[in-house]
């Protein structure tokens, strides 16, 4: 396996290493931390130990759903939106400035906290078939939540169309220079967003695995995670030279998969050989969409290959990792597993397959986890991480 801990500009020092041991010094928090600002991040790289079993690999994910303020990825990205916006002078604390996004409720969630912690409002629009717990999550956070329709991003109801003219409307009434703005915060497009993966989660998957990565694989909501963790593992430290692979994750409905395979976008039904161009119904959240996006843009010519996961699949993952491992996820992380199988037994036994996991399974009990109650899947029965995979494209 390789051994050499230098990769383009970034060079590894040995005892950056063989901190990742157990000595003490891989404390996730060493000492005190600076408010709730300062959980976010560092998160743990955990070996899932049944898939690894099962596949003859290394099956390694960030459990990104640790990260201590919102409970996601989106902690890192609203944390520096909101730095980024305040830098530039788009947000003053004491102003009474309203920080206003388009979420299907992770980012939301994140700049709620935040935006408590830093003297803000949040105002959250969102479309109205998410997990009621988001919405009441955000409003427990007290964020003013707007639940709308979900209508295409052509329309101007769309929920990232509603929260920037929210946004716009809010500072175009601000009178006097110390009249409090809305700052639209723009996951989708804002470069802040991929750029703090590449800042933060890309550096500390290096570190945690010591740059012995065949692949890595995730989901695109904006494109942020595998953008900028793509970015910074393939380009800065010097990986692709090496020959890991980026992987999308991507749910039925979604037109991604087909952009990264065949160059075109169109969504793909669940039944063979139909192709329709509008989403089509899954009940995976927060992954999957059929515009290309500035976040997924920036790390699209590094994405190689994608797979397709159902939510068969995704249901039947989520409850072989809770049986076996005791790992309680949500439906996003639920399709990056899957698909990292998949990856991972296309390639030779022994490789590294990095993964995310992107929130807990407790934001996702009415809808996800009450579906995998209900839907007469079998239990504990021994099926294998194979049969997981069966009929991916
Ligand atoms: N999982 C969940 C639960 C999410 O909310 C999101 C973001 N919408 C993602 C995954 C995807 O992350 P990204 O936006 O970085 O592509």
């Known amino acids: 396996r390789r051994s050499s801990f230098f990769f383009g500009p970034v060079q590894l020092e040995d005892h950056e290493t063989e901190d990742l041991g157990g ?18 991040g560092n998160t743990p790289l955990v070996k899932i130990r049944s898939l690894s079993e099962a596949t003859g690999r290394t099956i390694l994910a960030k459990a990104e759903f640790l990260n201590g303020a919102g409970g996601s990825p989106k902690d890192r990205v609203a944390l520096n939106m909101i730095e980024a916006a305040e830098a530039q002078g788009l947000l003053t604390p004491g102003r009474g400035d309203t920080i206003y996004e388009g979420t299907v409720g992770s980012t939301g969630i994140s700049l709620a906290v935040l935006a408590r912690a830093r003297g803000y409002r949040a105002h959250i629009c969102m479309p109205n078939d998410q997990a009621s717990e988001k919405s009441d999550l955000l409003h427990h956070l007290g964020a003013i939540v707007e639940r709308v329709p979900p209508a295409p991003i052509t329309s101007p109801d769309h929920f990232v169309n509603l929260a920037r003219r929210r946004a716009y409307d809010h500072t175009a009434s601000a009178t006097t220079p110390d009249a409090s703005r809305g700052f639209f915060a723009d996951q989708f497009e804002s470069p802040f967003n991929y750029q703090a993966h590449m800042q933060t989660t890309g550096p500390e998957i290096l570190r945690q695995t010591g740059g012995r990565i065949d692949a890595f694989v995730a989901g695109a909501g904006t494109g942020g995670t595998v953008a900028g963790v793509a970015k910074y593992l393939k380009e800065t430290a010097g990986l692709g030279l090496l020959g890991m692979r980026v992987v999308l994750a991507d749910p039925y409905g979604s037109g991604l998969f087909n952009k990264v395979r065949h160059g075109v976008m169109y969504a793909a039904t669940e039944r063979e050989g139909t192709r329709r161009r509008q989403q089509v119904d899954t009940i995976v959240e927060g992954i999957g969409i059929n515009r290309i996006t500035e976040n997924f843009e920036a790390g699209r010519e590094l994405v190689d290959d994608a797979v397709r996961v159902t939510d068969d699949q995704a249901c039947r993952m989520a409850r072989w990792l809770v049986e076996r491992d005791g790992i309680f996820i949500g439906s996003s992380s639920a399709v990056n597993c899957v698909a990292a199988v998949a990856t991972a037994l296309k390639m030779p036994e022994g490789s590294v397959v990095v993964t ?33 995979v069966q009929g991916s494209p």
């Open 356 to 388: 995310v996991l992107c929130d807990s399974g407790t934001r996702h009990l009415s809808k996800f986890w009450k579906h995998i109650g209900e839907s007469g899947l079998e239990g504990d029965d021994g099926h294998d991480a194979n049969e997981q």
């Open 23 to 40: 000595d003490g010094s891989n404390l996730r928090y060493n000492g005190i931390v600076e408010g709730i600002e300062g959980c976010i």
